[in-house]
Nanobody
Framework: QVQLVESGGGLVQPGGSLRLSCAGSGFIFAIYAMGWYRQAPGKQRELVAVVTSGGRTNYADSVKGRFTISRDSAKNAVYLQMNNLKPEDAAVYYC?????????WGQGTQVTVSS
């Protein structure tokens, strides 16, 4: 049974930081590309950042220089360090695991950015 469990969301003031974590199980974590997506109310889900099985990363333009994605295959975990958060970063953040033919999602964690 595949599981992706996110944690680390919450309320933060503009300019603050949060670190999201995602723990995966039930699949061969090391061969999957791992990503973070987000969905704000009334908007489509969008890619935030992705890290390939080989460690290459890619970021949405809106978060470049502020967010950092990393993975620890020994722990079957992927992280998203979010710095200098802005109100427009507020959304539900979803963990994703992708391998050709398989695409898994977590349940999401809420990030609220407000003073």
């Amino acid at each position: 049974q595949v599981q992706l469990v996110e944690s680390g969301g919450g309320l933060v003031q503009p300019g603050g930081s949060l670190r999201l974590s995602c723990a995966g199980s039930g699949f061969i974590f090391a061969i999957y590309a791992m990503g973070w997506y987000r969905q704000a109310p009334g908007k489509q889900r969008e890619l935030v950042a992705v890290v390939t099985s080989g460690g290459r990363t890619n970021y949405a333009d809106s978060v470049k220089g502020r967010f950092t994605i990393s993975r620890d295959s020994a722990k079957n975990a992927v992280y998203l360090q979010m710095n200098n958060l802005k109100p427009e970063d507020a959304a539900v953040y979803y963990c994703n695991a992708y391998y050709p033919g398989n695409n898994y999602w977590g349940q999401g964690t809420q990030v609220t950015v407000s003073s």
